[in-house]
Structure formats: structure tokens, C-alpha cells
């Protein structure tokens, strides 16, 4: 018999399937999927040999407008059957009732996630190379979409206006507070104070190495993590992946030999897309103290138990300072950008 899992009600869950997923077949083992860092992934094989992933949110203490499954369903369905590779979607569920949130169901994906030096060294020297390579052409491949011709209509405000609207008000819901606070209200204002001009494209919002599947050659070939995707600057998802691009001497999976440097990633974006990429500067910093203020929910969710089961909390215990250190980042960012 299958233990319980956080956030999985088999009984109503498998009802509905059968019911919403032409070829479904009951009964079906659910598996809770570790890493997930926003919302909760477990892996379902039905009794026919079918694998699915379902997503949902966390089981409690969720940030407003976070966590959106229906935002998730909207955007891997418009990403589908274009050159932005994306696991098949399959079926939303948006009654509660079910268990507990909505959910959405894709097909599972298999291929190697990136989320450490220890995966990328799974990867062959040749793959690591191609998969540096890929990620930036399937980054300009996202980048070339129409948001309207995609049906992603989003708002015509400014992304990195609305974005430090919504994370300013979210991380005082994760109840950040003194000094944190302050240096998170500096880096604000800071950034406010400095707007870009942007342009408009679909901006996936958490583009990085372990949101995405590899195959053996190195070839993306699913991109995962939809719900912060938006219509935006182009230019926030690059300085994004930038900013998580590891080099060697530091920790992450691009920093193992094989994989372009930071620099090189920005220069092939701009060739593959003629964009100006000087201003990477001022979204590098931007995207430090988003992830800072990221971080700070994560914790909160974890310290809250909303999070099941999958190993991580005791990394969230140990490393309370994170967040802080990424606002500096950012707050240091800006002054080498001159933007102060």
C-alpha cells in the first residue's frame, strides 16, 4: 500500500483522471519528485506503464499570485509544437476539491537535470559543450515568439515595474524583517529608481540549467517550471541564466569543464538574436534581489512544513543567510553598474 504523500489524495486524484485523461488507467504510484523549490512534482505510472507528472502547489503558506498552476498549463500549452521543447501537456484540473489545489498533468520527461556539478558530470565533454550551446538557442528560440500570436496577452506595463511591485509586497509576506528588510528595501528602491527601456517578448522568469532535461548528447530537450512566465524584457531571462551560470572555481553544474563562460553565453545570445546585450547590468542585479526575495519564501514554506517531505529543509536551516547575501549581490551589482 502506498504511503501517504503530502498533497496527493490518491483516491480523488486517480477518479479524476480516469475521468479527464483519455487512456489513463487506474490503478496508478505516485512518487514525490525532490527539488522542487516552488511548487510540489510527483511522478504517477499508471497500472498500463503511462508516466505523467503532476504539478501543484505547496500544501500551505503560499504567496499571493505565487504558485499559479493555471498560468503553469497556460504557457507549456502555448509553448507546445514550437521550438521551445516542453513536456506534452495533458490535463488542469481546477477544482479544489480534488486535493486540496489545482493541478495540472503533463507527460514525464526523462533526461538529465542539471542542479549540480556532480549532474553535469554525467554528461559526456562533448554533451556539456552542446548543452551550453542549446540553452542559449532555445532561450533565443523563446525570445523569437509572439506573445499575442501565442495567446499570451499579459500586461502592457513595464515587467521589471510590475516584478518589483509583486516581490516587494511578497517578501513581507514571508515575514522578512530588521536589517534583512531594510537592505531588501535599498535594493528596491535602487532599481525602481533606474528602469530600463524595455521591449516585449514571452519571458519564461526561471530559465536556468536545473529547470530544464538534457538527453545524452546534450540537447535540451524539455524546459519545466512555467508558473512565473510572463509577457516582458527578453533581456530579464538572459541577465537570469547569466546570473546562475557557474565558472569554474565556483559551485554549479556550468562550472565543470566543457561549458561556455558567462561571457561567452551573453555574446552567442546576441549574435543569435541582434539584441543589444550591454545592459545585462542593471537585470543581473535585478534578478539577485528577485531571487533573494524567492528565497525568502522558499524558507518560509519549508520552516512552515508546507513543503512535504523531499530532504531539502535541512539545507534551508543551515543556510538562513542566503537570501541576504543575494540582496548585497545585487546592491553591489548595481554600484559596479553605476547605477546608485
Known amino acids: 500500500m502506498m504511503a501517504a504523500l503530502a498533497g496527493i489524495e490518491k483516491g ?4 479524476w483522471l480516469v475521468a479527464n485523461l483519455p487512456g489513463f488507467a487506474a490503478p496508478a504510484t505516485f512518487t514525490l519528485v525532490p527539488g522542487g523549490r516552488s511548487n510540489l512534482t510527483y511522478r504517477i505510472e499508471d497500472a498500463a506503464g503511462h508516466v505523467y507528472a503532476l504539478r501543484r502547489p505547496p500544501t500551505g503558506n503560499t504567496l499571493h499570485t505565487a504558485h499559479d ?7 507549456v500549452s502555448a509553448m507546445a509544437g514550437t ?34 556539478a556532480e549532474d553535469a558530470q554525467a554528461l559526456t565533454l562533448e554533451a556539456r559543450a552542446r548543452a551550453g550551446e542549446h540553452m542559449v538557442e532555445v532561450l533565443a528560440a523563446l ?25 516587494s509586497a511578497q517578501v513581507r ?25 524595455e521591449t516585449r517578448g514571452v519571458v519564461h522568469g526561471d530559465f536556468r540549467p536545473g ?16 508558473e512565473l512566465s510572463t509577457a516582458g524584457d527578453p533581456m530579464a531571462d538572459l541577465a537570469y541564466l547569466v546570473s546562475h551560470w557557474a565558472e569554474p572555481g565556483e559551485e554549479g553544474p556550468t562550472a565543470v569543464e566543457g561549458f561556455p563562460r558567462r561571457a561567452d553565453v551573453a555574446a552567442h ?6 539584441r543589444d546585450v550591454s545592459g545585462l547590468g542593471y537585470w543581473v542585479a535585478f534578478h539577485s534581489w528577485r531571487s533573494a526575495c524567492i528565497i525568502a519564501g522558499v524558507r518560509a514554506r519549508y520552516l512552515a512544513g508546507a513543503m512535504a517531505n523531499d530532504g531539502y529543509l535541512d539545507q534551508v536551516r543551515a ?11 545585487a546592491r553591489q551589482a548595481l554600484e559596479v553598474a553605476g547605477l546608485n
Request: hydrophobic content about 40%.
Open 12 to 15: 480523488p486524484i486517480e477518479e
Open 69 to 75: 498552476m493555471g498560468r503553469e498549463w497556460r504557457f
Open 83 to 116: 521550438a521551445v521543447p516542453v513536456a506534452t501537456p495533458r490535463a488542469h484540473c481546477t477544482d479544489r476539491a480534488v486535493t486540496g489545489a489545482e493541478f495540472t498533468v503533463m507527460d514525464f520527461v526523462e533526461g538529465q537535470v542539471l542542479g549540480s
Open 143 to 167: 525570445h523569437a515568439l509572439d506573445p499575442d500570436e501565442r495567446g499570451i496577452r499579459g500586461s502592457r506595463r513595464g515587467f521589471a515595474e510590475r516584478q518589483l511591485a509583486r516581490w
Open 173 to 197: 509576506d514571508t515575514g522578512v524583517e530588521g536589517r534583512e528588510l531594510i537592505l531588501f528595501d535599498e535594493v528596491h528602491r535602487l532599481l525602481a529608481k533606474h528602469l530600463p527601456a
Open 211 to 226: 529547470n530544464m532535461a538534457f538527453g545524452p548528447d546534450g540537447s535540451v530537450v524539455a524546459v519545466f517550471d512555467w
Open 269 to 274: 545570445y546576441g549574435a543569435l538574436t541582434g
Open 319 to 329: 543556510d538562513q543567510a542566503a537570501g541576504r547575501l543575494l540582496a548585497e549581490s
